[in-house]
């Protein structure tokens, strides 16, 4: 597990959770924030940008696998990556293999299943992008 600097994971240990598989990578860029109840679970690879905003009760999973009985690398298990600048609402689920670009915003309650491109709103179940915008606010 790598931690940059100025991190803050909100709440205490029962309320988030960052999980990590024998072998696995879980990183967090600079900056970025893990608000109350979220959980990471990385069984290959987890990788979170800097200035990253993760809000209540998101889940993050790389794999299908949901057993307690071993916490060592599964099969099934593809990288999630997100991007810097990533704004992941309020009980967002991102799915394995998901890519969030940079400066995305994941809608609240979406399941993300496909990777989202930079500059783009996604939300639905599965999530779709809605709308893109420029870097700096402007929608298209």
């Not at 009985?69 to 689920?93: H, L, N």
């Not at 783009?120 to 402007?138: D, E, K, N």
């Amino acid at each position: 597990m790598r931690i940059g600097r100025n991190v803050v994971i909100w709440g205490h240990v029962a309320r988030s959770q960052l999980t990590t598989s024998k072998g696995a990578v879980l990183e967090i860029g600079d900056d970025s924030f893990i608000n109350c109840g979220a959980t990471v679970a990385a069984r290959k690879s987890v990788r979170i940008g800097k200035r990253v905003q993760i809000a209540n009760l998101v889940t993050i999973m790389d794999s299908d696998f949901h057993g307690v009985e071993s916490r060592d690398a599964t099969p099934d298990a593809e990288e999630i990556v997100i991007d810097d600048d990533a704004w992941i609402a309020v009980k967002a689920t991102i799915l394995k293999g998901v890519t969030i670009g940079k400066g995305a915003v994941v809608a609240a309650g979406a399941v993300v299943t496909k990777s989202v491109p930079p500059y783009s709103l996604a939300g639905g179940i599965p999530a779709r992008v809605i709308r893109t915008f420029a870097p700096g606010g402007g929608t298209s």
